[in-house]
């Protein structure tokens, strides 16, 4: 069946570096995808967004990649610091009233 | 601003009990979800709706009933409480159509024993 999955489960960087999470999704017609992120808890915090008519998408110390041809999804954390600790989920809608969560990702942060 | 707001935070049942998971908004969005979040898993949607009197099933509805009579309220109701039901349970809410974030509640973390 359709699903969004992640690659890894668990994710540890220093304080500092930039961090990578990535995601994987399988329905070729999603056109819209979002990233979280949920501390311990909390419910899930809106990150950032990315419509398929685009590849790249920046906010604030975050940037989103999409790759339409390997179905793929990442993002990307700048300078990374101790409050990013937390599960980062991608989401993908699968309809207007469908989203389809990842299992998620541990992002830990060593000092 | 409080977003949304979800109650009670905890709640312990027995197994065949009821009991309803409030959820509000203020935020005036139109589609309401809930969501249902098992251990070291995503989340699942359960029921949503689309305005008031308007609801619909989602993944995973059975056990669970809803209805939304105002635009700021979705209560789930959980009539005969099983362990599977043990979860942690979201609440969200987005504007209309699709292609909006859903903004979401910190959680109602419910054990059935």
């Known amino acids: 069946g359709e699903s969004v999955g992640l690659h890894l489960p668990t994710l540890s960087v220093q304080e500092g570096d930039n961090s990578i999470i990535n995601c994987a999704y399988s329905?070729?017609?999603?056109?819209?995808f979002i990233w979280y992120k949920q501390e311990s808890g909390k419910g899930p915090q809106f990150i950032i967004d990315?419509?398929?008519?685009?590849d790249k998408r920046q906010g604030q110390r975050v940037t989103v990649l999409l790759n339409k041809t390997v179905k793929h999804l990442s993002l990307q954390i700048a300078a990374t610091q101790p409050g990013d600790s937390a599960v980062y989920f991608c989401?993908?809608?699968?309809?207007?009233?469908?989203?389809?969560f990842g299992q998620g990702t541990r992002l830990t942060i060593n000092p | 601003n409080a977003g949304v707001t979800q109650t009670p935070k905890f709640r312990i049942l027995k197994i065949g009990q009821s009991m309803t998971l409030q959820c509000a908004q203020d935020?005036?969005?139109?589609?309401m979800y809930w969501y249902r979040q098992d251990p070291g898993m995503g989340l699942k949607l359960i029921y949503y709706s689309v305005g008031a009197g308007i609801t619909d099933k989602g993944e995973v509805p059975n056990g669970y009933n809803v209805s939304r009579s105002t635009t700021e309220d979705f209560p789930l109701r959980l009539e005969l409480a099983a362990p599977s039901q043990t979860s942690v349970y979201f609440c969200a809410s987005s504007y209309p159509t699709g292609g909006q974030p859903q903004h979401f509640g910190d959680g109602t973390r419910l054990s059935i024993l």
């Open positions: 329905n070729s017609a999603s056109d819209y």
């Open positions: 990315i419509r398929s008519n685009m």
């Open positions: 989401a993908e809608f699968q309809g207007a009233q469908k989203l389809v």
């Open positions: 935020m005036n969005h139109n589609y």
